[in-house]
């Protein structure tokens, strides 16, 4: 009976392990389910820190984002020509930041916004441009 005794304190002690890692793993935090500040019912679940979109890359992601899908026809792939790089919509973010088209020291003589086509219907208007900027602005940190 001791025996069995034993086995059944080791599977319990298992199966609380198991249940406390799958917690953190859910939660990003090693705190138990049900206790000050972990994760219980009335709690909301927060990515791990880290995780968190700037400022700047929210607002790209929002405002300056979906200006961008009319110009990856031309502008997806390699650079120059291609400053959206060629990972889709979910790269732009980072292609842009690593381009040439950004100018984090004078936002409003960045190449995304003073560059001419030939085609005036392919420039960005006035509120577009301003968007532009204010993005820029917020990844200079001005």
């Keep these: 009976m001791r025996t069995l005794d034993?086995?059944?304190?080791?599977?319990?002690?298992?199966?609380?392990?198991?249940?406390?890692?799958?917690?953190?793993?859910?939660?990003g935090?090693?705190?138990p389910l049900g206790s000050a500040g972990g994760g219980g019912d009335d709690d909301a679940i927060v990515p791990p820190p880290g995780n968190q979109?700037?400022?700047?890359?929210t607002t790209f992601n929002t405002d300056v984002k979906p200006l961008l899908s009319a110009c990856a026809g031309c502008h997806a792939g390699a650079p120059p020509l291609g400053f959206l790089g060629s990972a889709g919509e979910s790269g732009y973010y980072d292609a842009i930041v690593a381009s040439t088209v950004i100018d984090k020291t004078t936002p409003a003589s960045s190449k995304l916004i003073v560059h001419t086509h030939?085609?005036?219907?392919a420039e960005l208007d006035a509120t577009g441009k301003q968007s532009v900027e204010t993005w820029i602005q917020q990844e200079a940190g001005l």
């Design 53 to 57: 979109p700037s400022a700047a890359e």
């Design 29 to 31: 935090s090693m705190v």
């Design 118 to 121: 030939a085609s005036p219907a």
């Design 6 to 27: 034993k086995l059944v304190r080791r599977i319990g002690l298992a199966l609380t392990l198991a249940i406390g890692l799958t917690t953190a793993a859910c939660t």
